[in-house]
């Protein structure tokens, strides 16, 4: 599957963070500091946040030139604190406030986040009351500790060098006269030494001629004397040649390393910049990480007295969290080197380990479960990126399991399938390029022990340790490797590792998945040396994920647990994380394809209700759907020829809009159903003809398409059917959608409307 190219990936990742982040923002309720203004050519302000979720409060400072000039401050804030005392820091990232003239130091996109959290106890001993909310704030200032006017000093920079280049060249025309004047009175006395010469001459033809003979052969020996005393010009001589070299190749040379220089500066200033972009998005992705965080880790409510099983029971259980991971792979690497005179390459394949931060979730079904035995399904994935957004990654699972524990000590085993995808994009280091991605999908099988315990934990928790030995089988497709290569890594080979899985019922799981030699993957343009390459590396994945638990008639609920209310909730605003799903193509009538189904996901999308009455509301939303499309085959009376593969790829921000109704299951469960329209806007789509690996371009499309494109906007009627479940202080949605599009995508080419089933997975804020 072609799911991660370099546009896709970077783009989805970082449009996920800023739409979260920014919303994290724009959602809570800054309050404005009250700051006097140190100086009439500046315009400070403040603002500060108290959050409810997390008990932290978080500080914003801003600064605004009212000038025309560019300056360079530094500027010092103290904060007192309740509960946390005296802290100091400066402004910017750097440490400096630089703005240009008219323009703003943004707290947001220019400084680094100053926030003071409480911990456990919510800073509920110490902390202020400030109307309906709390804060640390005891009192602010600031110091403007250094002032640079830049365009005055790049001014007077300036005048300085135009004096100094003057006085230089003042220097170099004062030489230059000197060697004309000198030049000129070597001149005139050659001139006045030829006179003489001349005069010398007349004087000796006004002799007597007496004797002719003796005279002439006078003129002779005269005319030869003067011939051989004649000035005779031969050019540089050869010392005077050498120097003239010698000279020629040292400024040659100066020349040659002051190009190097500045394409190093060049270099230098563009990895520098992209290191401060990359901390800047990292900033952003910590934001939006805190707050998604607070989401999931908090409202832990009591769990009660844990009821004893009475029989066969169904249980569902969700979950949802952060992961860190390690994948080996192959990557190719171009790092561009300039000497002064020309540009060189250097190429190679090599190891990489892409190590990336993960937000996962999903979902296990039990329909048979007792406290001895059970039977069950389950499914999930995660997305995620590197620590320096050089690789992002997409992983997705599902299968069977089971476990048989006939007293403390069990069993348990899992049957699973699934698949990988990572893109590795250097673009921090400005001469590199290159970078590597696979894309597999595995069968793995895993049995092991388990221990079944009971934990006091704010109530009794059900609690499970497994440790089940891995065996899994990738199906590595054979890579593209450069002629002259001696490595060929075994195809589907079994891997074998292990998995330790702590989970407390309704409470938490910790699971850490390791593979001590894993085969690597990826294509090798350039080929490895045997010495530089290892066939195989470690593979792990450690997560920490929050758990909801769910019981039929006759499970293992809380006999007094205590439900946040699902009945009064009114204007519902719900967060989905990570909803995965499958979608596929139709054929348009008369036109004979095969079909094949496209798995996809969505990473966060927000929807927000309005009641209208106790059970009816109006929806709407807005989303990121990652990989939508499908696969067609074609038959011998298809456009494509018996044989021939399309291939369709999306990448939508979806925006729904629609009715649901909703009614009660329990006292505290509600289920319902909704109907609407989605409004798809693709920000990335592609077509791939002929079972090429390369997009279609534009033109090409038309003209297989009789003029057709594909469509920049489209919608589809969306039906969703699911239910709400209170538990502890949260309540987490789940559901399933169908979606079709109303109208063909390509119809020339035989392709028609667009259908889906997705699995919701949401929290209701």
């Known amino acids: 599957m072609k799911f991660f190219t370099k546009f896709l990936t970077r783009r989805l990742v970082f449009f996920s963070l800023l739409f979260f982040a920014e919303s994290y923002s724009a959602s809570a309720q800054w309050i404005d500091l009250n700051l006097n203004q140190a100086d009439s050519r500046f315009e400070f302000s403040g603002k500060r946040y108290w959050s409810k979720l997390g008990g932290s409060e978080e500080y914003r400072f801003y600064v605004r030139n009212l000038t025309n000039d560019t300056y360079r401050l530094v500027v010092r804030v103290n904060l007192d604190l309740a509960c946390v005392g005296q802290k100091s820091f400066l402004l910017g990232v750097n ?18 986040v100053h926030i003071y959290t409480s911990g456990a106890d919510n800073f509920k001993s110490c902390r202020l009351t400030d109307g309906d909310t709390y804060t640390l704030l005891k009192g602010v200032r600031y110091t403007i500790e250094k002032i640079e006017n830049v365009t005055q000093m790049e001014a007077a920079a300036a005048d300085k060098k135009k004096k100094d280049d003057e006085a230089k060249q003042k220097i ?34 006004s002799k007597d001629t007496k004797n002719e003979k003796e005279d002439e052969n006078t003129k002779k020996d005269s005319g030869n004397e003067s011939a051989r005393s004649a000035p005779v010009d031969n050019g540089p001589t050869k010392e005077e040649q050498e120097e003239i070299a010698r000279q020629k190749a040292i400024k040659d040379e100066e020349d040659r390393k002051k190009r190097v220089q500045e394409w190093r500066d060049k270099k230098n200033q563009e990895t520098s910049d992209n290191e401060d972009m990359a901390t800047n998005f990292l900033i ?14 908090s409202g832990f409510e009591p769990l009660g007295v844990l009821e004893e099983y009475t029989g066969m029971s169904s249980r569902l259980r969700m979950h949802l969290g952060y992961e860190i991971s390690g994948t080996p792979m192959y990557t190719n690497s171009i790092i561009e080197d300039y000497n002064g005179n020309s540009t060189t390459f250097e190429r190679k394949s090599e190891d990489h380990d892409s190590y990336n931060f993960n937000l996962g979730a999903g979902m296990e079904y039990w329909p048979l479960y007792h406290k001895n035995f059970g039977f069950g399904m389950h499914g999930g ?57 696979i894309a597999y999908t ?162 966060i999308a927000f929807e927000q209700e309005i009641d209208l009455t106790r ?59 909704k109907a609407g329209l989605g409004n798809m806007l693709p920000v990335y789509q592609a077509l791939y003809l002929d079972g090429s690996s390369e997009a279609a371009e534009e033109d090409e499309i038309m003209a297989r398409a009789n003029g057709e494109m594909l469509p920049g906007y489209f919608n589809s009627t969306q039906i969703s059917v699911g239910a709400d479940f209170a538990t502890g202080s949260n309540i987490i949605r789940c559901g399933i959608e169908y979606s079709v599009t109303n109208q063909d995508l390509l119809h020339s080419l035989g392709i028609g409307k667009m259908q889906g089933v997705r699995f919701l997975i949401g929290l209701t804020l």
């Open 615 to 673: 059970n009816v509301a109006l929806y709407a939303g807005v989303g990121v759907n990652v990989l939508e499309g499908g696969e067609l085959e074609g038959y011998s009376n298809s456009p494509f020829g018996a044989g021939n593969k399309v291939n369709i790829e999306y990448v939508n921000v979806s925006i729904p809009v629609g009715l649901r109704f909703r009614s009660s299951l329990t006292e505290s469960h509600f289920w319902w159903i």
């Open 381 to 437: 994935g995660s997305l995620g990126h590197g620590f320096t957004f050089e690789d992002f990654s997409l992983t997705y699972q599902y299968g069977l399991k089971t476990h048989w524990h006939p007293g403390k000590l069990g069993m348990v085993a899992e049957y699973t399938q699934g698949g990988r995808e990572i893109d590795h994009s250097p673009w921090i280091e400005s001469t590199e390029s290159g970078g590597g991605n």
């Open 284 to 297: 952003q992705a910590a934001l939006a990480y805190y707050g998604i965080g607070n989401l999931i880790y």
């Open 95 to 112: 440490k400096v406030v630089y703005m240009k003239g008219g323009e703003s130091f943004d707290a947001f996109k220019d400084d680094w």
């Open 442 to 603: 595995y069968e793995r099988i895993g049995v092991g022990p388990s221990i079944r315990f009971d934990t006091d934990w704010d109530g009794v928790s059900e609690s499970r340790f497994d440790l089940m030995a891995i065996f899994e089988r990738p199906s590595f497709s054979s890579p593209a490797i450069a002629a002259g290569s001696t490595l060929d890594p075994a195809v589907s080979t079994w891997q074998n590792g292990f998995r330790a899985n702590l989970s407390y019922s309704n409470r938490l799981d910790f699971f850490l998945e390791y593979f001590p030699s894993y085969q690597r993957d990826g294509v090798r343009d350039f080929g490895l040396a045997l010495s530089s390459s290892s066939f195989a590396g470690s593979m792990f994945r450690f997560g920490i994920h929050r758990n909801f638990d769910f019981f039929g008639e006759g499970g293992n609920n809380s006999a007094d647990s205590k439900h946040r209310t699902n009945r009064e909730m009114s204007n519902r605003s719900i967060l989905y994380i990570v909803s995965p799903g499958l979608s596929w193509m139709q054929n348009t009538p008369g036109k004979r394809f095969g079909n094949y189904y496209r798995f996809n996901i969505t990473p």
């Open 172 to 205: 170099i025309d004062d030489k230059k006269k000197a060697e004309a004047d000198a030049k000129k009175k070597e001149d005139d006395k050659k001139k006045a030494d030829d006179a003489k010469k001349k005069d010398a001459e007349g004087k000796s033809a």
